[in-house]
């Protein structure tokens, strides 16, 4: 294993003899949660396996991947910013990653590396776990960006009657619509675009069931949506989900303000950790993991 990064992070494959080992790429990801998840899962379903932290240098994705495999690594989680690295790394993607655009699960099968997205099947878990209905829903995607991309197909599977994709850039969401355009028909939903400044429009802005937030704005304590967008698109029976986690974002907030459940991503995160475990160690396991459980001890 030639990647000191990786090695300061006591993720070589070399020095855990008898586990298989795996681990979570990104940069910066130390204050990542996924091996403290991941352990959990694996002390549940009796596995023997290790589960660190990998931090490559920019641009060094790829060469910290195929040394970590090289020395024995069996899977790794990919995250920010690496997913489309991991992409083009992959060697066979599935469909729902092909649809996804982005990478976040690795794994070896024979002499080949594998890619899959796990992140949008991780939201709808989560979201079908407290009780949000999304068959009929009207939902509301904030971004255009991978996050949004990510979660679009799972979405659609579950036969909502509209999803609108805002975006800042009107361009970025209409292209959006068109890659998943005959997806959402097959699924008989109305799917469109707006840019955000639309939202602020009361006369051809109604309330949404559920807003999902997947744009980065929480991360420097902002909101994608103005004063004006949240009235127009928040009422008390509103769900709004923000996909960051660890704070009450300010989406969030505004979403609080007008009576409107919420909720923050870190549900996803254990939803999606458990996707990936499963392709890794046989999802035979499925039974002996409690991704809920999991979920309390992190809350507490």
């Known amino acids: 294993m030639t990647s000191s990064a990786s090695m300061d992070l006591h993720t070589d494959p070399s020095l855990f003899r008898g586990l298989d080992v795996y681990a979570v790429v990104g940069n910066p990801i130390a204050h990542s949660k996924s091996p403290l998840i991941h352990a959990k899962f694996a002390e549940q379903s009796n596995q023997a396996m290790h589960y660190g932290h990998l931090q490559p240098d920019l641009g060094g994705f790829a060469k910290a991947a195929q040394d970590f495999f090289a020395a024995g690594g069996k899977g790794m989680n990919v995250t920010v910013p690496f997913k489309l690295d991991a992409q083009a790394l992959a060697q066979v993607l599935t469909p729902r990653a092909k649809l996804a655009g982005a990478v976040n699960t690795l794994w070896i099968e024979g002499q080949q590396i594998f890619g899959d997205n796990t992140d ?61 355009a005959n997806l959402a028909k097959e699924k008989n939903t109305t799917l469109e675009s707006v840019t955000l400044e639309g939202l602020e429009d009361s006369k051809n802005t109604a309330p949404f069931d559920l807003v999902i937030n997947a744009t980065a704005a929480g991360l420097d304590n902002q909101s994608p949506l103005s004063h004006a ?72």
């Open 229 to 300: 967008a949240a009235a127009n698109v928040f009422v008390p029976s509103s769900f709004a989900y923000e996909m960051l986690y660890g704070k009450t974002s300010r989406f969030m907030q505004q979403a609080l303000q007008r009576g409107a459940r919420v909720s923050d991503g870190l549900g996803m995160l254990v939803e999606q950790a458990a996707d990936a475990f499963l392709i890794w160690r046989g999802n035979e396991l499925a039974s002996s993991i409690d991704p809920r459980a999991v979920l309390a001890q992190l809350r507490s």
């Open 120 to 180: 949008g099947a991780g939201l709808v878990r989560d979201l079908l776990a407290q009780g949000i209905t999304l068959r009929g829903a009207r939902i509301l995607l904030l971004g255009a960006g991978g996050a949004a991309r990510g979660v679009l197909s799972p979405l659609l599977d579950q036969l909502p009657k509209n999803l609108v994709i805002a975006n800042r850039s009107a361009a970025k969401a209409g292209e959006l619509v068109s890659i998943f």
